[in-house]
C-alpha cells in the first residue's frame, strides 16, 4: 500500500502534545477548511473501538466518512482507520515521540489502498499523495500553532468565555481554538438550548437571563446580521442596526448590572467604521468616516458603553476582510477565478485591509488576556493590497487569470449603497495598537494566508 508520512517538531511534551489531540473540538481544529468537512456524529474520544462519522467535499461530490479509533497509548500514539469511505483501506497513526525535555516530534503516517472502481483511477495515488501533503501541512502547522499560543498562558487558569455568533465564520473556529486548549465555551443560541454549553437569548426582545452570566471569565460578541447578503434597503438597514447595536446594548447593560462580572467584553467591530479612507493610512486615532457603515459601527461600538463604565475592560475589534476557505468572500470568488472569470472591481485601486482567519484568532485570544488591551484595536494585517493586487493574489494562488474587470457602474446598480460602501470603497488601515504591542503575524502574506486557506501549494518566492 502507499504510504504517506510528515514529520514536524512540536514545541511542548509529547504527554502535552498527546493530550491537546484527545480534548474536544482537536478534531475540528485539524479539519482543512476547503475540504467543508462536517461532523455527522462521534462516539468516545480516542480509545479503541471510538468511533467518527463526518463528511467532507472532494471537489463536486460530498464524500461520507466512518472511521474507528483502534490500537493507542496514552501519551505516545494513537490510530484511526477508515471502516466506510471512498478508500479500499486506510490506516492513520498518530506519533508522539520525545525530542528533548520541552518538545516533541509529531510524525503522522497514512497507509492507503484506492478502490478497484471507477473513483480509483479518478483519484490516482500522485493526487491522492498530494492533497496529503495539503492537509497535514496545514494540521502540523496549526497543531505547533496552537499548542504554543496556549502554552504562552498555561500560567494562568483555563478561562470560561462566553461565545454570541458561535455559528459564524469566525465563531465556529474561534469555539474549537478554545474548546481543544482546555478552556470552556458557552454559546449564546437563539432557540431553546440543546445542552448545558448553551445560553438562550433573545437581543430583539431584549430576552437575557443574567444568572447565566455569572461568574464567567469574557465575553466574545461576534453576532449580528451579515452585512453583504443583500442590498441595503431602509428595512435592511434598520435589521442590521438593530443586530449589532441592540444585541450589544444588551449585552453591555447585563453584565454591568452582575455581582460577579467579567474581565473581558470583546466585541467584534468592522474596519467600516473609517469610511472611503482612499489612501489615506488611518489607526485607531482616526476620525469615523462618513456612510451608512461608518455611522453602523460608531453606534455599534459606543452600545458597550455600560460595559465599560462597570469596570470591564472592553475591546472594539476593528476587523477587515477575513481570509478564511470554509466560509465568507473567497470561497465564493474562488470558483469565479478557477474558470478564469475573476477581475477587480471598478477602478480596482480601492485598498482591501484584511486578516487572516486564523491571525485573528490570535487576536481574540491575546484580547481575553492582555490587560493593557482597551479601546478600539484594529485587526488586520500590516500590508492593505489595492482590490487589483488583491484579485492578482487569488488568481495567481489558483494558477488562473483574472482580467475580466466588473464596472463600478454594474456593481452601483445591482448592489446600491452595499456596492458603494462595502465594495467600491477602501480602508487604508494601519494595525497600530497591535504592532506597539508586538503582536507577531502567522500569514501576514496575502499570497501565503490564501494558499493555506485554498489548500494550495506555498508560492515560489
Not at 480534548?23 to 468511533?51: C, I, K, N, T, Y
Not at 464524500?63 to 478508500?87: C, K, L, S, Y
Not at 500560567?155 to 469555539?175: F, I, K, W
Request: net charge neutral; proline share 8%.
Amino acid at each position: 500500500m502507499p504510504v504517506f508520512r510528515r514529520l514536524s517538531e512540536l514545541p511542548v511534551s509529547a504527554p502535552e502534545a498527546f493530550a491537546w489531540h484527545a480534548r474536544p473540538a482537536a478534531f475540528e481544529r485539524l479539519a482543512p477548511p476547503w475540504q467543508h468537512v462536517r461532523m455527522l456524529s462521534r462516539d468516545g474520544g480516542l480509545e479503541p473501538g471510538a468511533r467518527l462519522r463526518l463528511s467532507l467535499r472532494a471537489g463536486p461530490l460530498r464524500i461520507r466518512w466512518e472511521a474507528r479509533h483502534g490500537p493507542m497509548e496514552p501519551g505516545r500514539f494513537f490510530t484511526d482507520e477508515q471502516v466506510r469511505g471512498p478508500f479500499a483501506a486506510w490506516l492513520h497513526t498518530h506519533r508522539f515521540i520525545p525530542h528533548g525535555d520541552f518538545a516533541c516530534l509529531l510524525e503522522d503516517e497514512v497507509d492507503f489502498r484506492l478502490p478497484l472502481s471507477p473513483l480509483g483511477p479518478l483519484l490516482g495515488t500522485g493526487a491522492v499523495l498530494r492533497s496529503l501533503e495539503a492537509v497535514f501541512r496545514l494540521r502540523h502547522a496549526r497543531t505547533a500553532h496552537d499548542l504554543a499560543r496556549h502554552a504562552r498562558y498555561a500560567a494562568q487558569p483555563p478561562l470560561t468565555v462566553v461565545v454570541s455568533g458561535a455559528s459564524g465564520l469566525v465563531g465556529r473556529r474561534l469555539c474549537a481554538f478554545l474548546t481543544s486548549g482546555g478552556h470552556t465555551v458557552r454559546r449564546l443560541v437563539r432557540r431553546a438550548p440543546r445542552d448545558p454549553g448553551e445560553i438562550a437569548w433573545n437581543p430583539a426582545a431584549g430576552e437575557l437571563d443574567p444568572a447565566a452570566l455569572e461568574g464567567v471569565d469574557a465575553i466574545v460578541h461576534l453576532g449580528g446580521a451579515n452585512l453583504a447578503e443583500r442590498r441595503w434597503s431602509e428595512q435592511r438597514k434598520h435589521e442590521l442596526w438593530a443586530s449589532r447595536v441592540g444585541s450589544t446594548s444588551l449585552l453591555a447593560r447585563t453584565l454591568a448590572d452582575l455581582q460577579r462580572k467579567p474581565r473581558v467584553f470583546v466585541v467584534s467591530s468592522a474596519i467600516g467604521y473609517y469610511g472611503d479612507s482612499g489612501e489615506t493610512p488611518v489607526d485607531e486615532s482616526a476620525p469615523r468616516g462618513e456612510g451608512f457603515l461608518a455611522e453602523l459601527c460608531e453606534a455599534w461600538e459606543a452600545s458597550a458603553e455600560p460595559a465599560r463604565q462597570a469596570g470591564i475592560r472592553t475591546v472594539p475589534l476593528r476587523t477587515g476582510l477575513v481570509i478564511a476557505g470554509e466560509d465568507g468572500v473567497v470561497p465564493k470568488l474562488a470558483p469565479l477565478f478557477a474558470l478564469g472569470l475573476g477581475g477587480p472591481l471598478g477602478s480596482g485601486e480601492q485598498r482591501m485591509s484584511w486578516i487572516a482567519l486564523e491571525d485573528l484568532l490570535t487576536v481574540l485570544h491575546s484580547a481575553l488576556y492582555e490587560p493593557t488591551w482597551e479601546g478600539p484595536i484594529n485587526a488586520v494585517a500590516p500590508e492593505a493590497p489595492t482590490n487589483q493586487e488583491f484579485t492578482r493574489s487569488l488568481a495567481r494562488v489558483l494558477r488562473r487569470p483574472a482580467v475580466l474587470r466588473v464596472p463600478a457602474g454594474v456593481i452601483r446598480m445591482v448592489l446600491g449603497q452595499l456596492g458603494r460602501e462595502a465594495l467600491l470603497a477602501g480602508q487604508r488601515v494601519v494595525p497600530t495598537r497591535l504592532q506597539e504591542a508586538d503582536f507577531t503575524w502567522r500569514l501576514p502574506q496575502l499570497e501565503d494566508a490564501l494558499a493555506e486557506e485554498l489548500g494550495r501549494a506555498p508560492l515560489a518566492p
